[in-house]
Nanobody, 121 residues
Framework: VQLQASGGGYAQAGGSLRLSCAAS?????MGWFRQAPGKEREFVAL????????YYADSVKGRFTMSRDSAKLTVYLEMNSLKPEDSAVYYC??????????????????WGQGTQVTVSS
């Protein structure tokens, strides 16, 4: 399975951006991590396909929303009310089965290319 991410770019604080990630095959879990310079990669949001349930990091709850197109094996991340601290390289990630440690990037073996998100103050 390969992941193709797109979207991102520049926004002012309070603005919005949208990311998308398309998978070439079925996965069990699919979502987003991000990594800012000098920081560890951190969980952002994901979908558990079997239950169509979304999970969000506390830092983005209420501001970021995931959606999906099951037929296209594509997920979207709508990022609203952006803050400068949201600036990072965002990575699409997936795994074939559910993991209770879904927030741990080490649990994921499928990664898309990163896409830069920059939010100015």
């Amino acid at each position: 399975v390969q992941l193709q991410a797109s979207g991102g770019g520049y926004a002012q604080a309070g603005g919005s951006l949208r990311l998308s990630c398309a998978a070439s095959g079925r996965t069990g879990v699919m979502g987003w991590f991000r990594q800012a310079p000098g920081k560890e990669r951190e969980f952002v949001a994901l979908i558990r396909w079997s239950m169509l349930r979304m999970y969000y990091a506390d830092s983005v709850k209420g501001r970021f929303t995931m959606s999906r197109d099951s037929a296209k094996l594509t997920v979207y991340l709508e990022m609203n009310s952006l803050k400068p601290e949201d600036s990072a390289v965002y990575y699409c990630a997936a795994r074939l089965s559910w993991s209770v440690q879904y927030y741990d990037s080490e649990q994921y073996s499928l990664w898309g290319q990163g896409t830069q998100v920059t939010v100015s103050s």
